[in-house]
């Protein structure tokens, strides 16, 4: 079995250099392009099951695939973007530039970040996502060959992380995780292999 881990199309935040989290923030029209290219690009891969965080930027995305194979978009909590807390909203080059931001270390030394009030650490979302893969996709090997998730960078970025092996401190791992760029794990007996990060069909 194969699982498509696909990161929403752009919003105007994305295009601001703004700290999402849970915000729900809808995708601008650039990204309603590149969510169609998107689909455009993978409509020859016939997804089995399509999953999508809630927020309306993961679920407007995951129904351009879904019309493709005309089947529903199956929505769970767990595939939320991490929560910032205080700083939903925080300017992104701020944040990387100043190192007495409180929201510095998530860019810089991940390894080291500690969420601001209300927010998430990485192994809370890393949990969560592996929690969300345990549950609902690794039990359909075998009756499925393809599987679509559509979710947000920081969360991908945290199942990958568990994928591929990566400390913390390499979380960003040097690889630039594009708007609607998926990556492509092989699920075998239960086990989970890296094929591809960061794979763009437009």
Same mark, same amino acid.
């Given at each position: ?6 990161? %929403? ?5 994305? %295009? ?31 997804? @089995? ?20 194979? %005309?089947?529903? &978009? ?6 939320? !973007? ?15 530039? @100043?190192?007495?931001?409180?929201? %510095? ?35 359909? !090997?075998?009756? &499925? ?17 568990? &994928? ?22 092989? &699920? ?7 094929? !591809? ?6």
């Amino acid at each position: 079995m194969k699982l498509y881990l696909v990161r %929403h199309g752009e919003t105007e935040w994305n %295009h601001l250099r703004k700290m999402q989290g849970q915000m729900d923030i809808p995708l601008n029209e650039y990204g309603i392009e590149l969510a169609e290219k998107t689909a455009e690009g993978m409509k020859d891969i016939k997804f @089995d099951r399509i999953f999508a965080s809630p927020l309306v930027r993961a679920k407007k995305t995951a129904e351009f695939i879904a019309e493709n194979n %005309h089947i529903d &978009v199956e929505t769970d909590d767990r595939l939320k !973007e991490i929560n910032f807390g205080e700083g939903e909203g925080s300017d992104i080059n701020q944040a990387k530039a @100043d190192a007495s931001h409180p929201l %510095h270390n998530f860019f810089i030394h991940p390894e080291q970040f500690v969420p601001m009030e209300g927010g998430e650490t990485f192994f809370e979302v890393q949990a969560r996502g592996l929690n969300f893969l345990k549950e609902e996709v690794l039990p359909l !090997e075998g009756t &499925v060959e393809n599987v679509a998730v559509v979710a947000h960078a920081a969360i991908i970025r945290s199942i990958m992380l568990h &994928v591929v092996g990566r400390e913390l401190k390499d979380f960003w791992g040097g690889i630039y995780y594009k708007n609607c760029c998926v990556c492509i794990i092989e &699920v075998k007996g239960g086990q989970m292999t890296a094929l !591809e990060e960061a794979k763009v069909y437009y």
